[in-house]
């Protein structure tokens, strides 16, 4: 059984830098797009990130353009998220997220993808 568990999050200052991870398990998922989301209090949960599955394509949302970058390592079914410049309104829980259909574009709604992580807390404070 497929499962994806994020690590990185952490209470950080304003400015500050953190590294998310996700690492999948159960099954291979270097086929596979790959999406980083995150959910604020009484938000809706919102595409920060996305990949293809050969890195031929990336999406970033405006708020997070030129601050965060989508990587991924197939070998090590792990996906990344670098989070840099973060601002307190970065403050939210992070999830991965694996479409397990296949398809070649890069995928921002979150009803494209089948597998969530189980997410972690990303706090910035000001």
């Known amino acids: 059984q497929l499962q994806l568990v994020e690590s990185g999050g952490a209470l950080v200052q304003a400015g500050g830098s953190l590294r998310l991870s996700c690492a999948a398990a159960?099954?291979?998922?270097?086929?596979?797009?790959m999406g980083w989301f995150r959910q604020a209090p009484g938000k809706e949960r919102e595409c920060v990130a996305a990949?293809?599955?050969?890195?031929?394509?990336?999406f970033y949302s405006g708020s997070v353009k030129g601050r965060f970058t989508i990587s991924r390592d197939n070998a090590k079914s792990t996906v990344y998220l670098q989070m840099n410049s973060l601002k307190p309104e970065d403050t939210a829980v992070y999830y991965c997220?694996?479409?397990?259909?296949?398809?070649?574009?890069?995928?921002?709604?979150?009803?494209?993808?089948?597998?969530w992580g189980q997410g972690t807390q990303v706090t910035v404070s000001s």
């Open positions: 997220a694996v479409r397990l259909r296949y398809g070649t574009i890069v995928y921002y709604n979150k009803n494209d993808y089948d597998y």
């Open positions: 159960g099954r291979t998922f270097s086929s596979f797009a």
């Open positions: 990949v293809t599955w050969n890195v031929g394509s990336t």
